[in-house]
């Protein structure tokens, strides 16, 4: 086999640079940009990095030493015939093994190489297990392909002088020097220095016995954060040397150092919150300087209190409306004059929501509005100091996942992990991000965003809103995060928590510090109950509110339910009611449609003096921020109830000497007639909220949030949340040597498609020729999962609905229509 003159870690353009590779594609080169990358992200972010798992300083220079070697030892694989050819133009060659696994193999049974790395042994499985997992690609279920042998070129003079230089670099001894290439075939049948077959099985049986070195949990916190690390500095290096080429123009350190030292100031906290306060008010905004409040505006005293809670572990609990959003801004600011009296000067807020809607409309009240220079907020990836187009390539089917074989599928695979390269390095740099909760505990999952974004995260403080709203896997995935962050500032969120969750917080983080909503708001009787009005009477009641110019919120459990009340009330009111605004909100509209729903929603809710109704699904409950005189709404769980309720009476201020009126809950029970008319619900939470709903009723009075709450309490009887089991399924720490993406999400109903419609008349693509990412965004839609959508083909990564099976009403010129549903056979 013919020797390459050099080796490769990254494809280039031979068209720009002929037979004379840029640096950033030398294996050499890259080699040691990961391991610079590895030293300056040790440098800047290691401490604070041990600290936030509680780890004392004395284990820094095991981590950095440890770091460092994991960016020596990533890519020695990529030595191998296999990936060589992969690189230099064969892209569709099937490698018999991933160039990781080669590191591994090397590493582990090469008696030469283990002999030299002796000084390491204290943290040679830190640094291992890190390289191994740097792709999320290596398990018990990684197995050869199907293929010939390869050679590794261990001989080769860059091989050498990488070993040579990491010799240098962790100050080891004269490394080995191989006198010939090394052969791996597939099996012992065939004749070689290492059989991938059975060593490989043979490396997967000795990390399994190795596990029990890692049943301290501090030892499982190092490990995580040298892997993390290392997959981080693995990106930095491929985008920055990319840009760069040639390693004279570009510093790996200096963009580390650079980007993380970014960070916010108490005045730019304060300058946000007077921003908020100002747009708030019905006063002109004073020349009283940058940082000033409307004349009478204070802030409250649960506001106060959850700025100064002091704990790394807050809990602030309290109804919709009472201020829980600038309350977690005011915290974030004392946690910035707390870092800068340490002499941190790199403070950064991530600001976690569950949905897009809530993410998007948080960020545009409160970031985007801050006058805040634009360079220091995102939501979640607002610009990048790295050109997309510059990402250095390996191949697609580096990306792609063990199984998959289609080429377009692997180009897309490709694009898909460059995106999130480049995003989450913007992060780094960007201390203010607005985002959904995926960003942060996809961690847990080893959700590629969230491992990129790691040494963000270290360096901030964060708050999770709407905690209620979390599905068992994401709540799982909060429990285990913040049980292994116990000294990462966080603030949790909520109007209403299950007791079994709060134990659970409880159990893992005892430090946790409850602060309960303002009494005066908790208190305000703002609700009046019903459940007893016919379908008539539901209807005349609408009738009589509408023509009074007052705004009603339907929520129904079901699209299809909403989109029957929605025409429903266009038949009824639309020519009857002058001016009257009748909209219909869920899922299963176009993003770029649902958008401009979803803002002529809001703006027709903050307009005084003109009749609104709304049908919505359950998106209401946390997704539009309005404030509805009358609520309909389907029986549902009842922390769902108490969101929906939010949405009734919002802006009541309490005033003892002019009492707001409480405004009426029409609770509908589900249409008999309907087959699973729970779904998608279980039976036993619409029982549970039955009981309440009644105990409600016989109160017999107006109610507060807290009357929900009280009553909730005596009724949530669900079990003790299964912490073990949320623990296993949060890969980043429970993995060890395995490192494979899970699931952050629970799985749901739906699938996001784009329309066959919408493809025929694309105009944007990407250097794949598949539509771009921005076209996918803004046209995906979501509808319910049934079998034959598995089968349906993919474009950009989602599936294209056939214009014969699935339907689009909406009318680009009026803005009207139902949205998206399957057509019946």
Known sequence: MTKPKHLLAKSYDQSKHGAIPPDYALLLQHSRDVAEACRALAA???????????????????????????????????????????????????????????SGLLIWFDSKLRDWLEPLSETLLFSLWGAMGHHRKFDEQTVPNQVGSLVVHVSHDDFTAILKEMSNDLELGVPPRFERDLVIVRSHRDSGDMTALEDLRDLQDEFLDCETQ????????????????GIAADVAASAIAARGQWSSSYSLSKFVEESLAVGLIADDLSKLISSWAWAKSSEKRSDGGANSLPPGFVFRDFQNEVAASGSYLTLAQAGCGSGKSLGAYLWARW???????????????????????????????????????????????????????????????????DSETDTAKQAQAALNAEREKIESLALWSTPLVVTTSDTILGLMSNARRAIYSLPAIVNSVIVFDEIHAFDDQMFGHLLVFLKNFPRLPVLLMTASLPEARRRAIECVRPDLKPIPGPPEFELLKR?????????????????????????????????????????????????????????????RFRYKDRSVRHRRVIDDFKTDGKAAILVATQVAEMSLDLSADQLITDIAP???????????????????????????????????????????????????????????????????????????????????????????RASFFAGLWRTRPGKTRGDGYTINVILEADLKVCDEFDKYGDPSRNWLRQHEVSIPIKEDALRWPRVGGLRVAPSSQVAYDFNDRTREGTGARWLKK
């Open 335 to 401: 946690w910035c004059e707390k870092f800068a009296a340490e002499g941190r000067a790199n403070f950064r807020l991530f600001f976690c929501l569950p949905t897009t809607g809530t993410t998007t409309e948080h960020f545009k009240d409160y970031a985007l509005e801050s006058g805040l220079d634009a360079e220091l907020i995102s939501l979640t990836h607002s610009r990048s100091s790295v050109d997309l187009k510059s990402m250095a390539e390996t191949a697609p089917q580096e990306e792609a996942s």
């Open 214 to 229: 890692f049943a301290d949990e501090d030892k499982q916190r190092m490990l995580a954060l040298v892997k993390g690390f």
């Open 527 to 587: 609700y009046l109950i019903d459940d007893s009005e016919t379908e008539e009477e539901v209807w005349r009641d609408v009738d009589k509110r509408l023509r009074s110019n007052e705004k009603v919120l339907w929520v129904r459990n079901r699209v299809e339910w909403a989109n029957e009340t929605y025409r429903e009330c266009l038949r009824r009111f639309r020519e009857q009611v002058p001016d009257v605004s009748i909209n219909v909100y869920h899922s």
């Open 44 to 102: 800047s972010s290691g401490k604070v990095a041990l600290s936030c798992v509680n780890l004392g300083l004395e284990t820094f220079d095991r981590f950095g030493r440890a770091l460092t070697a994991n960016g020596w030892i990533q890519d020695l694989g990529k030595a191998s015939s296999h990936f060589q050819a992969m690189v230099s133009g064969q892209s569709e060659i099937t490698q018999l093994l991933r160039h990781e696994t080669i």
């Open 638 to 728: 009842v922390p769902a109830l108490i969101q929906r309720m939010g949405r009734l009476n919002r802006k009541a201020e309490p005033n003892p000497n002019s009492p707001p009126p409480a405004k009426p809950a029409l609770i509908r029970a589900l249409p008999e007639s309907e087959p699973n008319v729970c779904l998608p619900y279980d039976k036993e939470e619409i029982e549970i909220a039955a009981q309440w709903v009644g105990a409600l009723k016989e109160m017999n009075r107006p109610l507060s949030q807290r009357d929900l709450a009280d009553a909730f309490a005596r009724f949530n009887n669900a079990a003790e949340y299964d912490i073990a089991k949320a623990e296993e």
